[in-house]
C-alpha cells in the first residue's frame, strides 16, 4: 500500500519562507510527484510536479519563481521550497504519485491514496 507522509507546514508570515516534505512508502519504483493545495473553501489545484526520469519540474503559473519542488535520491523523499510566501498561499498542502504526467499535473482527481497533507498558513 501506498502511504505519503506531507510534513513541513507552519505560520509563517507574508514574504517568508517554507519547506514541505513528502515521504513516499510502498512504492518499489519512481514516479512522477505532485504537490497540490487545497485553500479553504476551494477545490484541491495543482502546485508542481516532479518528472522522475527527466527531473525536470513544472510548475502553476501563480508560485513560478517561488517555489521549487526537488527529489532526495537516496530516498523516497520530495521536497517543496517555498519562498517569498503570501497569503494566497495558505492551504492545506498534498503530495501524491502517478506514472502519468498528464494526470499528475492535469487531472489529480483521479489519483489515489491520499495522505493527510500539511498546514501552510501565511498571516502576519
Known amino acids: 500500500e501506498v502511504q505519503f507522509v506531507e510534513s513541513g507546514g507552519g505560520l509563517v508570515q507574508p514574504g517568508g519562507s517554507l519547506r514541505l516534505s513528502c515521504a513516499v512508502s510502498?512504492?518499489?519504483?519512481?514516479?512522477?510527484l505532485g504537490w497540490y493545495r487545497q485553500a479553504p473553501g476551494k477545490e484541491r489545484e495543482f502546485v508542481a510536479a516532479f518528472r522522475w526520469n527527466t527531473d525536470t519540474a513544472d510548475y502553476e503559473d501563480s508560485v513560478k519563481g517561488r517555489f521549487t519542488i526537488s527529489r532526495d535520491n537516496g530516498r523516497n523523499q520530495w521536497y517543496l521550497q517555498m519562498n517569498n510566501l503570501k497569503r494566497e498561499d495558505t492551504a492545506v498542502y498534498y503530495c501524491?504519485?502517478?506514472?502519468?504526467?498528464?494526470?499528475?499535473?492535469?487531472?489529480?482527481?483521479?489519483?489515489?491514496?491520499w495522505g493527510q497533507g500539511t498546514l501552510v498558513t501565511v498571516s502576519s
Open positions: 510502498g512504492i518499489k519504483r519512481l514516479y512522477h
Open positions: 501524491n504519485i502517478g506514472q502519468n504526467w498528464n494526470i499528475v499535473v492535469n487531472n489529480h482527481k483521479s489519483l489515489d491514496g
